[in-house]
Every structure is written in structure tokens, then in C-alpha cells.
């Protein structure tokens, strides 16, 4: 007769070892994963925070007048900022007539350098181009 034996249950150390190397190996890529997207949801705050200082500065320089004041600083958040004006075009005479809001006077076309200094150290240069008028 056959002797009775039980079956064993349980997992081998080879099956054990193997789960194991698999799931470090897992956690390995998503750690890098997780990693990754946080640099990359670092980067796009700080891109956010830079489009959002670039609109208040540039809503800030929109109630200047370039041919009136040339230069100036300031900060927007964390963000210090300086600009200087240059004339490119001569003074020249408003002519048209349906413009009713404006009264008639000399404008001359302006470029406006801005140069945004960020508290990292980074640096952003922006220029535009406004009509200035003369006082």
C-alpha cells in the first residue's frame, strides 16, 4: 500500500525570490514615473506662474505712456521686473476723424523692453511696441 502524504502547500523560494524581483523591479518604474511627473508638474507651475506675472506686467505697462515716462521697475508676485522705452518712428499728427474719443494730438511708435528676473535667478526678456503720445 501507498503511504498517504499530505500535499504541501505554500510557495517554493524560488517562486518567492521571483514575485519579489518582479515587484521591486515595479515599484522601480513607477517611483521613476512618479518622479518624472512631478519635475514635469513643477516646470508647468512655474511656466503658469511666469504667463501670469508676463499679463499683469503687461496690463501694468498698457496705462504708460512711452513718449511721457522711458523707463521703470517694479515686482508682480515674485517677480521683479524693469523696463525701458525707445522711440522708433517720429511724432506724428492723429488725422482721423472717427476717432471721437481721442483728442487730436502727436503719436509716435515706441519699443518697450521688459526684463523679468525671477526669484531663481532666471531671466525673461520681453519687448512690445506702443504708441506714445506727447504731452
Known amino acids: ?12 523560494l524560488v517562486e518567492v525570490l521571483v514575485a519579489s524581483a518582479i515587484a521591486i523591479a515595479s515599484m522601480g518604474l513607477l517611483l521613476s514615473l512618479f518622479a518624472g511627473s512631478l519635475d514635469r508638474m513643477s516646470r508647468i507651475e512655474l511656466q503658469s506662474q511666469q504667463l501670469i506675472a508676463e499679463k499683469e506686467i503687461l496690463g501694468r505697462l498698457s496705462l ?20 525701458s522705452a525707445r522711440q522708433l518712428t517720429e ?45
Open 1 to 12: 500500500m501507498k503511504a498517504y502524504r499530505p500535499q504541501q502547500g505554500g510557495f517554493t
Open 64 to 83: 504708460v505712456n512711452p513718449a511721457a515716462t522711458r523707463s521703470g521697475k517694479g515686482t508682480s508676485g515674485q517677480w521683479a521686473y524693469s523696463w
Open 91 to 135: 511724432f506724428r499728427k492723429i488725422t482721423d476723424d472717427l476717432v471721437a474719443e481721442t483728442p487730436p494730438g502727436d503719436v509716435a511708435l515706441f519699443l518697450i523692453r521688459i526684463e523679468m528676473r525671477a526669484p531663481h535667478g532666471k531671466t525673461v526678456e520681453l519687448s512690445i511696441r506702443r504708441l506714445g503720445r506727447r504731452t
